[in-house]
């Protein structure tokens, strides 16, 4: 079975910028999560998709927005570019159902560099 | 405020020796753990995880203990190889709204060194 596939690997933005970022969960993974590793904050937790819906959000401001498509496959973007936005943005996927905790696996990553 | 903490930045042992990765909680409503290993660059990797009805759980040469009354888990390799030199991340999740979540807390690594 394939694993988490995320689209592009590495990015070149300048500040003020827009980017898009792809996630395509495992194969029958309904719950697509986001989250951003800098060196200074660790890995956070940015947002959960189910079913289309924004289950969950972490502490990040509205720049960042997220979406899920009927296929599971999901898209963040990031608005306005800051360098502080310089991070490895990581996407998970899970079979999730709303009674138990499943494992989330990891996709490679996306790495961006706001210049 | 820091939920998951991982005390020891990085850990030596000797390959095949036993390598013990310790994480605490402050946060008494998580009840689902893991621990992830991860390569610079790369996307963590699932290694194993423990629910809080349980207090142990193995697979292979992993093993997770989990103390609820300490807010503890640690994380047993044996025996430890060359190849789990790496960063490991424990983390933690909680239900809210009387349902599960996949938001996950990560801790902020330790980083294994397995001396050959």
């Known amino acids: 079975k394939a694993g988490v596939t995320q689209t592009p690997r590495y990015l070149i933005k300048t500040r003020g910028q827009q980017v898009t970022l792809s996630c395509s969960p495992i194969?029958?993974?309904?719950?697509v999560s986001w989250y951003q590793q800098t060196p200074g904050q660790g890995l956070q937790f940015l947002f959960e998709?189910?079913?289309?819906?924004?289950?969950n959000k972490g502490n990040f401001p509205g720049r960042f927005s997220g979406r899920q498509f009927s296929n599971s496959r999901s898209e963040m973007n990031v608005s306005t570019l800051e360098l502080g936005d310089s991070a490895l943005y990581l996407c998970?996927?899970?079979?999730?159902?709303?009674?138990?905790?499943?494992?989330?696996?990891f996709g490679p990553g996306t790495r961006l560099l706001v210049l | 405020d820091q939920q998951v903490k991982q005390n020891s930045p990085s850990l030596s042992v000797q390959e095949g020796r036993i390598s013990i990765l310790n994480c605490d909680y402050t946060?008494?409503?998580?009840?689902?753990f893991l621990w992830y290993k991860k390569y610079p660059a790369e996307g963590p990797t699932f290694l194993i995880s423990?629910?809080?009805?349980?207090d142990k759980n193995e697979d292979g040469r992993f093993t997770v203990f989990l103390n609820k009354s300490a807010k503890h888990l640690s994380l047993h390799i044996v025996p430890s190889q060359p190849g789990d030199s790496a960063v490991y991340f424990c983390?933690?999740?909680?239900?809210?709204?009387?349902?599960?979540?996949?938001?996950?807390?990560f801790g902020t690594g330790t980083l294994l060194a397995v001396q050959p």
């Open positions: 998970a996927s899970s079979r999730h159902t709303l009674d138990s905790q499943e494992t989330q696996y």
């Open positions: 194969s029958g993974h309904r719950s």
């Open positions: 998709y189910f079913s289309e819906t924004q289950r």
């Open positions: 946060n008494s409503m998580f009840d689902y």
């Open positions: 423990i629910s809080s009805i349980k």
């Open positions: 983390a933690a999740s909680e239900r809210e709204y009387g349902g599960a979540t996949n938001k996950l807390i």
